[in-house]
């Protein structure tokens, strides 16, 4: 009877141990999903104070695509095809570039933009915002994305560096455009340029798949993401 009651101790002990941490990990899930959420919600804001709502509107079309895609069985052949589609689509725009033909983008336009700031200022910026991210200021940090699990790991960090390479590289073309402006001509950039529109589809889509995964996580309660926890035998790491 002794030994019994050891065992069904050590049972129960073990099982509050789980359950306990467990818990305390879909704590730091909810709190993770929910700023993250929020910090999503202020890019797509800023994208859209930008004008650049063209852009990440494409990436969401895309996506919705993909998804059509799958939902009907299709293969993997056919989402590479699209894929392939899609980027005939920016060598068209990167053609049309190089021919001085009218995408967009205005170098004026955009000159009216900056007249207010100095290229030092659009280079703190740029520098403000590459550190903001990395030090989990306006986005979650790599550590609170682990929490979410590997594979949502994997697109937070993705997503967090393609907003990281797509700003260095739009500060880069504006550095050089407000250096010179009178001798700026876009179709010497078309490259660049067509290369920053592909990144800041990539973000869209990006911001668009984590966002809606986030909102699923944030909406639920921590009673119910401790239960999915203990089912798939996930609790908080010892540090």
Not at 26 to 47: E, S
Not at 145 to 170: P, R, S
Not at 217 to 226: D, M, R
Request: proline share 0%; charged share 25%; with cysteine.
């Amino acid at each position: 009877m002794d030994v019994l009651k050891i065992i069904l101790g050590t049972v129960a002990t073990v099982l509050a141990f789980y359950a306990t941490s467990s818990m305390l990990l879909a704590q730091k899930q909810l709190v993770a999903a929910t700023r993250l959420n929020g910090y999503l919600t202020y890019w797509q804001n800023w994208i859209i104070e930008h004008n650049i709502s063209k852009v990440y509107a494409l990436g969401l079309v895309w996506n919705q695509e993909n998804a059509e895609v799958k939902k009907r069985g299709g293969s993997v052949k056919e989402l590479m095809k699209l894929e392939e589609q899609r980027k005939a689509q920016l060598d068209s725009i990167k053609e049309q570039l190089e021919k001085g033909m009218d995408i967009g983008f205005e170098k004026g336009q955009v000159m009216r933009t900056l007249q207010h700031h100095s290229k030092e200022s659009v280079e703190d910026f740029a520098r403000l915002t590459r550190q903001s991210l990395v030090d989990g200021k306006t986005y979650i940090s790599d550590e609170e994305a682990t929490t979410l699990g590997v594979a949502f790991t994997i697109k937070c960090i993705e997503l967090k560096m393609g907003i990281i390479d797509l700003v260095d590289g739009a500060t880069s073309l504006l550095v050089v455009l407000m250096d010179d402006p009178d001798n700026f001509e876009i179709k010497e950039y078309s490259a660049e340029i067509a290369n920053l529109i592909w990144k800041g589809i990539s973000v869209s889509r990006g911001i668009d798949v984590v966002s809606r995964a986030a909102r699923v996580i944030s909406s639920k309660s921590v009673l119910s993401l401790t239960w999915k926890n203990i089912i798939t035998g996930r609790r908080l790491s010892k540090r």
